[in-house]
């Protein structure tokens, strides 16, 4: 019996469908109006429009710290763009500490943990907004940034005042989706070397991020 | 029989499927709004700024439809299917036309902050420390412009953060260079570092003036240049005087 039912639901759904199809192919198509009304049967609202303003990414790098090694770096950031220009990021990120180097010459440990925590917050500046041409046909959008912040490097869990500046270069995939090379220098004071000092780290990363 | 019937059902069921998923997508591309296009022409570029370029242009009385937005820009479907990007300006007409109300803050950016706020940040030293501001200019007329600054020092003993506020002078304005003076007064915070003993946190007002010069880049970036004497008010009958130099960045939105 309920298999029966079932059956006939959906037919009718199928025929319902097919029918109203058919019956709007076959509706006279109505003549132009005489007279045009200027305004629009529809009104638009704002709230319909989805807005894309917040990127997110994550990221892949190289982190090179100042007077030691270069160790891999992972982290993610979170942006808001305020205009077609300028734009404000938050990131936060974890490498480490290489003390490979020091261990061998003195087989002691420099820090006791070698993992580093830095957080940011920065502003960007979208320098040349344009398009790349990938073959004679195929174009896609890129800008090239300016970025540069404020945040907390973490090292040997002591919190350093952090600066950063740097340049960076992006491509959109598509309008949500985009890839990028961040070249940055962090500059942080330190006492690791035996004097307390300002020390400059380069990194370099490349990530990934989507517009929502 | 039983399986026969059974296989029919699952045919149904497919069938059933499919024709609400298409209904589903015939519907979907009802979810975005259209409008007509009321001024003369919009230029359709293919990003959301003004560097990217112009490859299309939609002509009045083309139906549109309004598929999202970014920032001040928004991503549009023509009738023939290309899709690009206009800006919020440039179809303001069309959008009030369908009845959209321009929002207060919207109202807000066009009346008072487009062409108008300038916002700053850059590096520097301060007392030979490192420091980083942030600033926010709002110009009262042609060469007089009001400040508010923060300015964040790392020092060897702990940090500083200054507060303040001013007006700017801009005695010449160039195609290549403009000059300002400034002047105003603040609070200093200062923050000693947890490793110090016996060392409080300390609240002093302050009073600066200084030069700068600002070149611009490109479109609305400039490059600043800052020099400021601070006289810091440490008690009653104490100063201390502190000189800051700064490079940064600035732009008008």
Request: proline content about 3%.
């Amino acid at each position: 019996m309920g298999r029966r039912v079932l059956t006939t639901v959906m037919a009718i759904v199928l025929l319902a469908g097919w029918g109203a199809a058919a019956l709007a192919e076959n509706l006279p198509q109505s003549e132009e109006p005489v007279i045009k009304p200027e305004t629009s049967e529809q009104e638009l609202s704002e709230a319909k429009i989805d807005t894309e303003s917040l990127e997110l990414g994550a990221f892949y790098g190289a982190y090179s710290m100042d007077g030691f090694g270069t160790t891999g770096v992972y982290g993610f950031r979170l942006a808001y763009h305020l205009t077609e220009d300028v734009f404000f990021e938050g990131t936060y990120a974890v490498t480490r500490f290489d003390q490979s180097t020091f261990q061998q010459l003195t087989g002691r440990s420099l820090v006791a943990d070698d993992q580093v925590v830095y957080w940011n917050v920065d502003a960007g500046y979208n320098l040349f907004p344009g398009q790349i041409f990938l073959t004679r046909r195929k174009t896609i959008n890129s800008t090239i940034f300016l970025i540069g912040g404020l945040g907390q490097t973490s090292v040997d869990r002591q919190d350093q005042f952090t600066f950063n500046a740097g340049t960076g270069f992006k491509l959109f995939i598509t309008d949500w989706l985009d890839i990028r090379l961040d070249f940055r220098l962090h500059a942080f004071q330190s006492d690791l070397t035996g004097k307390n000092e300002m020390t400059y780290n380069l990194e370099d990363t490349a990530s990934i991020g989507f517009f929502f | 029989m039983a399986n026969r019937e059974s296989r029919w059902r699952l045919f149904l069921f497919i069938l059933c499927v499919v024709h609400l998923a298409v209904a589903g997508e015939a519907f979907g591309e009802e979810k975005f709004q259209r409008a007509t296009v009321v001024e003369p022409f919009l230029e359709i570029h293919t990003g959301p700024a003004v560097g990217y370029p112009i490859f299309y242009v939609a002509e009045k009385g083309e139906e549109i439809r309004l598929l999202k937005r970014r920032t001040d820009w928004y991503k549009v479907r023509l009738s023939n299917g290309k899709e690009g990007w206009v800006n919020r300006r440039e179809i303001e007409l069309t959008l009030l036309a369908q009845g959209r109300q321009k929002n207060f803050m919207e109202r807000f950016y066009d009346d008072h902050v487009a062409g108008r706020l300038i916002m700053g940040w850059g590096v520097g030293t301060f007392g030979g420390d490192p420091s980083l501001y942030v600033r926010a200019d709002y110009p009262l007329n042609e060469t007089i412009r009001t400040e508010v600054v923060a300015t964040f020092v790392a020092g060897d003993q702990g940090s500083t953060q200054i507060y303040g506020g001013g007006i700017v002078i801009l005695p010449y304005r160039g195609r290549w260079l403009s000059l300002s003076a400034t002047m105003g007064a603040g609070v200093v915070k200062s923050i000693p570092s947890d490793l110090l003993i016996n060392a409080t946190r300390d609240t002093s007002p302050e009073a600066h003036a200084g030069i700068g010069l600002s070149i611009p880049l490109v479109r609305n970036l400039f490059l600043d240049g800052e020099f400021r004497n601070f006289t810091v008010f440490t008690s009653t009958d104490n100063t201390q005087e502190f000189q800051e130099y700064n490079l940064g960045l600035s732009f008008q939105f």
